[in-house]
């Protein structure tokens, strides 16, 4: 079975977990949230600098102490969101949901890390890990649309179906 | 300190060798199982203990010929059903030191046992600006009904830190303990650090302040030899899972007259005395405590469990934890990387050993563990606030008992090396 194994740490996710992106903070930043994970501990926090003319997201800083899922997932996002647009960028944050929550599918070459995230799948307990990067980016990206100049606080335990 | 040094040497007269551990490993069947495709290695022994064939058997036995319920029928099943029931009661107050039968309340389990003397002692003996004593390496079953408590009455939640070692520090527990207090609440032994803790000492301290002291004995009484008179304690409590019996079952020991003092917890049938439209008196102790049916079958099994532990004897399980405890932090201290968390001290800690990694979450390290058939129990163990305290954000912990030899220690040694080679380590 440690086919499975090599499946949840597939190649891809130990190199972004070892050298994780967007590790450099940034002097300007447009949005901020904090996210946590409180059953195992996980915190993750991420400034976005924005390219105010083009509506792009310009820079990203993520900061992950966590297990390999969630700092790999955290990096993937750093890579895959730079120089998207609002709306792609929460395209992409909610395909990775549906990946997660293990509806099929289909991941354009374009966002290929992303596929290294479904061997996650097979491990429920770690999915709230995988997640965890991009219901963060979700929430400060909610905020920033919404006008709200305050940091975005997210936790994985009030998702959508506990929220009250 | 690190282990092995004379100082933290345990006295251990008798050997493993002695100690007829295939034997015991092949009363319990679970420990036959594959998982992912390795001989189980079950290390979670603090979360729940696997079950030896007697206590499987004891379930069977009772729906195949005892079945009935207790207390009120008056045909033969019912009878044996409630002498059934009873004679755990009668066994489990032997167990803990020879207490009252009727001293012996069975619950769902510790978490359970805790909340009916916070509902009921507490409902009615904490006031405003009364101080209820924790220590800083409880388990959230042991904090969370008294914080809920104090904040309704007003009251005061002090707490007892603990050292870098991760004993308790008593250095200030003079002024801790104070007139104020009312009750001392401490864990017999942390399920986190596996420190054992000076309960008689404390229950002098609360006692000499006319404050009750409840221990929770939750990773005590299934690992070494307690007696609750000698403890001297007020309450104390415990769940049959983590000590070879079902789930479902948890015990709390009062002292006679507190229980008697205490109002009902669950109101409804076999607790009453008599009923009436106008008027409903209450059972004695300890039916007064256990309204409903209860949960009679693991109830019954869970004598099989006492009467198993009895036979091994538990002076003889504490040794074999002691040594199989020292064997494991001496072996997984060698490992680049690793930190145990906790005293080193044996002869006060227990077998739930926590460790860190300095590179890897422990999610990680429990993910790569199972894959080899190994389990063991990574995230906060439900002690958030200790957490905060030793400065992590989660440990692995490994936690042993009496069906544990060192070839296991050496499956676990053996994984955590190969782990750190498979992260790049």
């Known amino acids: 079975m440690s086919n499975s194994l ?4 597939r190649e891809i996710i130990l190199d972004h977990y070892r050298s994780p992106r967007g590790k450099q903070p940034l002097e300007h930043f447009d949005i901020s949230s904090d996210g946590h994970n409180p059953s195992c501990g996980d915190e993750i926090s ?8 083009r509506a792009t997201l310009k820079n990203i800083h993520v900061d992950c102490k966590g297990c390999a899922i969630s700092t790999a997932s955290g990096s993937i996002l750093a ?7 609002l709306d792609e960028a929460r395209q992409i944050a909610e395909l990775v949901k549906k990946i997660l929550k293990g509806e099929e599918v289909e991941v354009p070459d374009s966002l290929g890390d992303l596929d290294a995230l479904k ?11 995988a997640l965890l990067a991009w219901v963060t980016l979700i929430e400060g990206l909610k905020n920033y649309e919404n006008g709200k100049d305050e940091k975005a606080v997210v936790s994985t335990e009030d998702d959508d179906e506990k929220k009250k | 300190m690190r282990p092995g040094t004379a100082k933290s040497k345990a006295t251990v007269s008798t050997p493993l060798s002695r100690f007829d551990i295939q034997k015991i490993k092949a009363d319990f069947p679970i420990l036959n199982e594959k998982v992912n ?12 203990s696997q079950k030896p064939r007697v206590v499987i058997n004891a379930i069977l036995e009772y729906y195949r010929k005892t079945n009935a319920n207790i207390h009120r029928g008056l045909h033969k099943l019912a009878e044996d059903a409630t002498r059934a029931y009873e004679a755990t009661r009668t066994h489990t107050a032997a167990f803990i030191g020879g207490v009252e039968s009727e001293e012996i309340v069975f619950t769902r389990g510790t978490t359970e ?7 009921t002692w507490g409902e009615e003996n904490i006031h405003e600006g009364d101080e209820i004593v924790i220590t800083e390496m409880e388990h959230h079953a042991n904090f969370v009904p008294w914080y809920v408590l104090a904040k309704k009455k007003k009251a005061v939640i002090r707490r007892i830190p603990i050292t870098v070692c991760g004993h308790l520090d008593l250095n200030d ?8 207090t009312k009750l001392v609440a401490v864990t017999h032994m942390s399920n986190v650090l596996g420190t054992i803790n000076p309960v008689k000492e404390l229950a ?14 939750a990773q005590a009484a299934p690992h070494m030899p307690v007696n609750v008179k000698d403890l001297d304690v007020d309450f104390y409590v415990f769940s049959s899972h983590k000590m070879l019996g079902p789930t479902g079952v948890g015990v709390l020991y009062g002292r006679r007259e507190l229980l008697e003092s205490m109002p009902p917890f669950n109101f409804g049938g076999e607790m009453i005395g008599e009923v009436s439209f106008d008027r409903v008196t209450w059972a004695d102790i300890p039916h007064k405590f256990e309204g409903g049916t209860p949960n009679i079958a693991d109830v019954v099994a869970y004598h099989a469990a006492l009467s198993y532990l009895d036979e091994i004897g538990m002076d003889n399980i504490r040794r074999h934890e002691m040594e199989l405890t020292e064997y494991a932090i001496e072996k997984l201290s060698r490992i680049e990387g690793i930190e145990i968390q906790g005293p080193q001290d044996i002869p006060n800690r227990g077998g739930a050993i926590s460790f860190t990694d300095k590179d890897l979450h422990p999610h990680d390290i429990s993910t790569f563990l199972d894959s080899r058939g190994i389990a063991i129990r990574a995230g906060h163990h439900c002690a958030q606030p200790l957490m905060r305290v030793i400065g992590k954000i989660a440990t692995a912990r490994a936690s042993l008992y009496i069906y544990n030899d060192e070839a296991d220690v050496d499956t676990l040694y053996n994984a955590l090396v190969e782990m750190r080679r498979y992260f790049g380590l």
């Open chain 1, 6 to 9: 090599d499946d949840l740490y």
């Open chain 1, 79 to 85: 890579e895959l969101i730079k120089g998207k647009t």
């Open chain 1, 46 to 53: 991420m400034e976005v600098e924005m390219d105010k003319e």
């Open chain 1, 119 to 129: 061997g996650v799948r097979q491990f429920p307990v770690r999915i709230k890990c």
């Open chain 2, 173 to 180: 527990i003079d002024n801790i303990i104070n007139p104020r």
């Open chain 2, 113 to 119: 046992s805790i909340n009916l003397v916070a509902y």
């Open chain 2, 204 to 217: 002098a301290k609360a006692h000499a302040r006319k404050a009750l002291i409840l221990a929770d004995g």
């Open chain 2, 37 to 48: 495709g390795n001989r189980l290695v079950y290390l979670d022994n603090a979360a729940t």
